[in-house]
């Protein structure tokens, strides 16, 4: 990706006020979550941070089988109070925490055009891990429950961390960037 020359960064001001400009939407906003789901977010405080470039969507909000049951879990970036952090609402036993991740939303800004900036953070159901090796750094490869998925923790354009559930701990991996 082409940077931007530094004089077309916005000043330091202007990036306060795109972090205050990010569109959070409401649980309620989200038809697609069951309702006990909704009241769980909304009983945290949880406003759900959009990108703020590529979707037509509602984004940021994620079912998928997190931990290996049968039952779908549910998960959110769940923005409270200017921090964002994925917030995870379980279907069935686990021994992951709910809540991981936290960065503060203006951490997700960067400037998407001459003169624009916008959010950037947006999480996904990912299926299996990839072995992931460098020359520097080789990895021992993470092995999930039959059927388990990951949420991938994306940084549009920039960088990505893969996020599992294994034996009650999230186990990280870097992403495809």
């Known amino acids: 990706m082409a940077r931007l020359p530094a004089e077309a960064m916005p000043a330091y001001g202007e990036w306060a006020e795109a ?10 906003d989200v038809p697609q979550l ?8 909304h009983a945290r405080g949880c406003r759900i941070p959009q990108p703020d470039f590529f979707f037509d969507r509602i984004a940021n909000v994620i079912s998928g089988n997190f931990a290996g049951n049968p039952a779908p879990d549910h998960a959110v970036l769940c923005s409270v109070d200017g921090v ?8 069935g036993p686990n ?6 991740e936290a960065w503060d939303d ?5 400037a998407v055009e001459p003169e624009r900036t916008g959010y950037s953070r947006l999480i996904e159901a990912i299926d299996v891990p ?4 460098t020359p520097d750094q080789p990895s021992e490869p993470i092995r999930v429950p039959e059927g388990a998925q990951g949420i991938e923790d994306v940084f549009i354009e920039k960088a990505s961390t893969r996020h599992f559930c294994v034996q009650g701990q999230w186990r990280e991996q870097p992403g495809m960037d």
């Open 130 to 133: 990839h072995p992931r090796e």
């Open 19 to 28: 972090a205050r400009r990010i569109i959070r939407v409401s649980p309620d």
């Open 95 to 100: 021994g992951c925490e709910a809540e991981f």
């Open 34 to 41: 069951p309702p006990a789901v909704r009241k769980s977010l």
């Open 84 to 91: 964002s952090h994925i917030q995870v609402v379980w279907g």
């Open 106 to 110: 203006s951490y997700a800004l960067q």
